[in-house]
């Protein structure tokens, strides 16, 4: 599993599932806070597509916080103001990047996550699908 996919699981997660995931990866070793968890704001930069400039669309609540764990950094930067989750997913990022024992023993768990919110979106697309409108006019019609 590659951070990108950890960070985004970690995201849509519920923070008791993602707690309970985190102490197993942990493997009863104790995090070490480094920062936080606490509360910051994030600018939210975007790019104007036809000149490509980047501007900043606005600011967004996120929780932060970076563990130690067993020697090895951890960081997580998350939407909302969950400061649990946050250290959840920062322990996950630790015992990830550490490639502790532990991790190994969740990532299928993390994966099944994964896959059953993949199938949830595809559903919601399909639907959304349905709710195409097929517009005319008298000019697209021959007389």
Do not use: W
């Not at 509360?39 to 600011?59: A, I, N, W």
């Not at 920062?90 to 993390?110: M, N, Y």
């Amino acid at each position: 599993m590659d951070k990108l996919t950890l960070s985004r699981i970690c995201a849509y997660a519920g923070p008791v599932l993602l707690t309970s995931l985190a102490e197993q990866a942990a493997e009863g070793k104790e995090a070490a806070l480094l920062k936080g968890p606490e509360k910051t704001m994030v600018l939210l930069q975007v790019r104007e597509p036809v000149r490509r400039s980047r501007f900043y669309l606005g600011e967004l609540l996120a929780a932060h916080c970076v563990v130690e764990l067993g020697g090895v950094r951890g960081a997580a930067v998350l939407m909302g103001d969950d400061l649990n989750k946050a250290r959840a997913a920062a322990i996950l990022d630790a015992a990830h990047s550490g490639g502790f024992p532990g991790f190994a023993r969740v990532e299928g768990e993390l994966l099944r996550l994964d896959a059953a919110r993949k199938t949830e979106l595809a559903k919601e697309a399909a639907e959304i699908r349905k709710t195409n409108v097929s517009f005319q006019s008298l000019e697209d019609r021959e007389l």
